[in-house]
């Protein structure tokens, strides 16, 4: 029963080719030839049921967006869901700004060339709380040196977070990789859900459960660090 499902699923991935990038080694170094310009690619790392990166979509048709995750249900589902925000599409008609690929992101390099990305979001990273477990957490140094690398001169990283001990964990490692964090928050959503910011699905339960949402964002290359610098510096 297991296998006819997934091999279910597998075949409802392989029949959206426009949408669900299954071999995203093919495409390391060509993503702007796949979405056929030059826009920025943001991409969510361990997307889940993919609300966050189809809303981004709708909101900006400038922006490529990639969603990834390692597990193909999650795929369906995330397919699925941006169809429904791209006002009811069907499964074989494309959204151009958005691509949702299989990838488990140890791999992450295999998937990206140097410099091919603008901005990683990483919304409510598995906290993996046994410390014989930190390497698997996406903040963990050897994470953020692949993403050093495969990030561009505007390359940033916007984290949040439910789980107190993987923030803590994350700006030190953040701070141990000699990245500056700007707009760093204990509470996002202390005056109500921000508007400005798209909420993930977990993030949604954990607001409505009245817990504290962490976030930060991590200046990563070197033009975005210096246009920070350069506006602190502006009067105010
Ligand atoms: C807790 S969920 C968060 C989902 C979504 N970002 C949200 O905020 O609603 C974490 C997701 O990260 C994915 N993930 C964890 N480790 C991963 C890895 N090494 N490669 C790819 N995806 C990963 C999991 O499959 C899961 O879907």
Known sequence: MRLRGRKGIRESLERQPDLVVLDGKSLKGRWAEYFGNTNPIHVEFGMGKGRFV??????NPDINYIGVDMYDE???????????????LAEDESIPNLALALCNLEYV?????????????????????????????????EFL??????????????FKTDSMSLFEFSLNSFADMGLRMRNISLNLHAEGLREDL???????????????????????????????????????
């Not at 189809?54 to 909101?59: A, M, N, P």
């Not at 060339?113 to 963990?140: M, V």
């Not at 040196?145 to 916007?158: A, F, P, Q, S, V």
């Open 54 to 59: 189809s809303e981004q979509s709708v909101r």
């Open 74 to 88: 999650l795929l369906r589902r995330a397919a699925e869901k941006a169809r429904l925000a791209h006002g009811g």
């Open 198 to 236: 798209v909420p993930t699905e977990y993030e949604l339960k954990f607001v409505d459960r009245g817990m504290p949402i962490y976030r930060c964002e991590v200046l990563v290359g070197k033009l975005a660090l210096e246009e920070h610098v350069q506006r602190l510096k502006e009067p105010q």
């Open 145 to 158: 040196r692949k993403y050093m690398l495969i990030l561009n001169d505007w390359g940033e990283i916007h």
């Open 109 to 141: 390099l295999d998937m990206f060339e140097t410099g091919e990305l603008e901005r990683i979001y990483l919304n409510f990273s598995d906290p993996w709380p046994k410390k014989r477990h930190a390497r698997r957490r996406l903040t963990h140094h």
